[in-house]
């Protein structure tokens, strides 16, 4: 439509704006500018989703038949143990959705509008059709709109058409219908950013109605998979639960059949289920992946659904962009060749310390004429302005503090901007005596930019940078120590090969030439022949440096780090190569082309030895992912643009970019980070990683020593002997055992080596590498070692009391001692150190002190039915209980002797 109709439609003026009251009435009828979003659940039906699980529901049914004959207390404990359980799971569900609704209110939270004749700051989801919004460079855009005014606007659209440069935009053209989106360049869309220049629009869209809130059905198909974790813990409950059920009925039959009371051996089958199933697990689980969650936001990573921590252990293959999550979002100025020769500039970033090298010696650069003009260009022929903690600075103030430096407008200017601040060249300096009087901007048909400065004495002078190969057929000089000399075929030749090294090393190269004008030549278009070149300058994304130490981590831990760009080949493989992530002859690189020509079939065959995509658009992320999971890879992708949504949601594990992501790739994602940091991913992999670790451990302690328990009980009524613990007893060792001591596995420090093993398989089971072995071998030792205890004391003291609370303690220490073995699979206890894990000396300490109490207090001695035991009968209890733990220390100390142990190292949380 022409811009009349389109104001005259939405009812607005472009210098009035919209009155409040009709703002007010807008949003009643278009509804706040926010995407679209499924009607959140009641916490409510939240809560009673918690009780689903298998094993809580048999533990309800647990609880009722306790009540129902008489034993409160034992209803009343399993209940609160599923409470807990239910509680804990409702409070971490809500909290990661409160982490996302607080991280989306960062993106484009306000923008500048037109209201009431008055210019205002307006939060973002407030805006309606119809108000006219003010942009600026560096603006984040809330809504659709079409352009009213522009100045030099050119706008950052990759997040939704996948354009790499930016677009230019106008506003005195109206197209067709059916013109594409990345043509439509009259109109501004939501989640672009502004990288130059200024403008006005009106709004025509928000929210849903946005082409952001239309993409974002696209990902509404793609279902969520159980995790590996939730897989093996809902195979483990069906068995547990199940073997339970049959152990508990035998063990009730037995006893009835000896003429038992009836009353007596339901109720040791209902302890003896309680102490079969696992209740502590879940419970566990959750709050193992809650700390886990919690220690992550701290390393800048927000997890969106809490079993996700653990699939990240899993991970097979990182597929990771390569601008601002590899590299540092910060074009760098490496190089600067002019009057033959070549300087190199060193520094990273925006920061504007660094020193410039001739010779890889240091030197003065303002005492260098040829440089200096070639820094007072790039600097003058520039819209970008550097600022420090996103304040603009000038005079003395600049150089008070050596970071927070930023860049306001275009990414390649900065570059040039701080290049020349580090040589104290400043633009607001050099305008003090030079006035900018025109300006030829930018454009891809042009592929050149020019300025006009005139200085005191009314002479001016034509200012250019651009493409090498443009600037080059413009000039007809060079410039050499104040000379102008004709520019010759050999001069040419030369530049073109320092050109040719420049872009072989991955540098983005743009050529730097003036020209003083005729003073009676006319100030057009015309102005830009007979320049005069003065130089190449190269530019570069420099790499995070943290990133290189992090995927020197993915190859220790058998992690496939995989790049994917929209950047020329020579420029990925070079930063690939620099972050030790390709190597020529044993990676391959493919590019956009490469895919399209190849089949699926030929591409799956591959994909696994594919370490680098270049040229590549978002639409190939999802066919990428689709192929790593085809050869039985546990995939990471990340992604921001709206485009990446599908392959986010696709991937095992979809991250998404907290500072630079849109709304849509946030929702699709299972992970934000809010640094966009690769490293941040490889350090969520090593608490992924971690977490499973624990999971395992407090998995082999729980069955270990709830299978000794079971084997304690059944074993006594297959040979005829009394109850060695009464119901009671057996849900106290339960509650002691289970508790503390487990939850302290669950926070065990991550040991060194976590990183250098290979990925587990994704089709692993739990109980793999021996664990089952460990498990049904120690629970044996435990209920054989309560067995001799009570057998023992029984026959030849002819006491059943004092056999009950021998053998009740008896079980109860075995586990707390097996706790500590069970803090690693490949080391002891005294490799590990005792103090490396504070929690669980406190675990065992507090559980020591409760199961005392129901020896030696009175009130609870009559409750448990237990008898005071003289000092032999606890060297006898201790001895049977921890003689693995007495021989694993006395071998620790004959190794300490002969000086053949190293401490191991551990992560402490």
Known sequence: ?????????????????????????????????????????????????????????????????????????????????????????????????????????????????????????????????????????????????????????????????????????????????????????????????????????????????????????????????????????????????????????????????????????????I????????????????????????????????????????????????????????????????????????????????????????????????????????????????????????????????????????????????????????????????????????????????RLMSVVYQDQEMSKFVYSKGAPDTILDLCKSYWVDGRELQLTDDNLQSIRKVHDDMTSQALRVLALAYRRLVPTEKVDGSIEHDLVFLGLIGMIDPPRDEAKQAIQICRDAGIKAVMITGDHPNTAIAIADELKLYELGANRALTGRDLDAMSDQEFNKIASKVSVYARVSPAHKLRIVKALKQNGHIVAMTGDGVNDAPAVKEADIGISMGISGTDVTKEASSMILADDNFATIVAAVEEGRGIYDNIRKFIRYLLSCNIGEVLTMFVASLVGLPLPLLPVQVLWVNLVTDGLPALALGVDPTEANCMRRPPRHPKESVFSRGLSRKIASRGAQIGFSTILVFTGIYLLRNDLALARTMAFCTLVFCQLFHVFDCRSENY??????????????????????????????????????????????????????????????????????????????VKIR
């Open 1 to 269: 439509m022409p811009l009349r109709d389109v104001l005259e439609s939405l009812k607005t003026d472009v210098n009035e704006g919209l009155s409040t009251a009709e703002v007010a009435r807008r949003l009643d009828v278009y509804g706040y500018n926010e995407l679209a979003e499924k009607q959140e659940t009641p916490w409510w039906k939240q809560l009673i989703a918690q009780f689903q699980d298998f094993m809580v529901l048999v533990l309800l049914c647990a609880t009722l038949i306790s009540a129902f004959l008489g034993e409160y207390v034992d209803a009343i404990t399993i209940l609160a143990i599923v409470l807990i359980n239910a509680i804990l799971g409702f409070i971490q569900e809500n909290r990661a959705e409160r982490s996302i609704k607080a991280l989306k209110k960062l993106t484009a939270p306000n923008a500048f509008v037109i209201r009431n004749a008055t210019l205002q700051h307006v939060p973002a989801r407030e805006l309606v059709p119809g108000d006219i919004l003010v942009h600026e460079a560096g603006d984040k855009l809330a809504a659709d709109a079409r352009l009213v005014s522009v100045n030099n606007l050119e706008i950052e659209e990759a997040a939704l058409t996948g354009e790499s440069l930016p677009v230019r935009k106008i506003c005195d053209r109206h197209f067709a219908e059916d013109t594409a989106l990345g043509d439509r360049k009259n109109m501004v869309y939501a989640g672009t950013i502004i990288t130059r220049g200024r403008g006005q629009s009106v709004v025509c869209d928000t929210g849903p109605h946005s082409e952001v809130g239309r993409i974002a059905d696209m990902i509404q198909d793609v279902g969520d998979e159980d995790t590996p974790l939730q897989r093996r813990l809902e195979h483990l409950g069906k068995l547990l639960v199940w073997g339970c059920l049959v152990i508990c009925a035998v063990v009730v039959a037995i006893g009835i059949f000896k003429g038992e009371p009836i009353f007596l051996m339901c109720m040791a089958g």
């Open 271 to 446: 302890s003896l289920a309680v102490a079969a199933i696992p209740e502590g697990l879940p419970a566990i689980v959750t709050v193992c992946l809650t700390l886990g969650v919690q220690r992550m936001i701290k390393e800048n990573a927000i997890i969106r659904r809490l079993p996700a921590v653990e699939t990240l252990g899993c991970v097979t293959v990182i597929c990771s962009d390569k601008t601002g999550t590899l590299t540092q979002n910060a074009m760098t100025v490496r190089k600067l060749y002019t009057a033959g020769t070549t300087y190199e500039i060193t520094g990273s970033g925006y920061d504007i310390s660094g020193d410039f090298l001739r010779n890889k010696q240091e030197f003065e650069p303002r005492k260098d004429k040829n440089l200096e003009l070639c820094l007072i260009t790039a600097t003058l022929c520039n819209n970008s302005i550097i600022k420090q903690n996103n304040v603009a600075i000038t005079g003395l103030w600049r150089k008070k503090q050596n970071s927070g430096w930023s860049i306001e407008g275009d990414p390649t200017e900065g570059a040039l901007v701080v290049a020349a601040a580090k040589a104290a060249i400043w633009r607001e300096d050099l305008e003090k005596t030079l006035r900018r009087i025109d300006e030829l901007p930018f454009e891809s048909e042009r």
């Open 828 to 905: 002891t206890i005294f490799e590990l150190g005792m103090l490396t894990n504070p929690y669980l000396l406190l675990a065992v300490a507090a559980s020591t002190i409760m199961q005392l109490s129901v020896i030696y207090v009175p009130f609870l001695s009559n409750i448990f039915a237990t008898v005071p035991m003289t000092a032999f009968d606890w060297l006898i209890v201790l001895t049977v209980a921890g003689w693995t733990f007495i021989l694993s220390l006395l071998k620790h100390i004959l190794r300490l002797a002969r000086g053949s142990v190293k401490p191991v190292a």
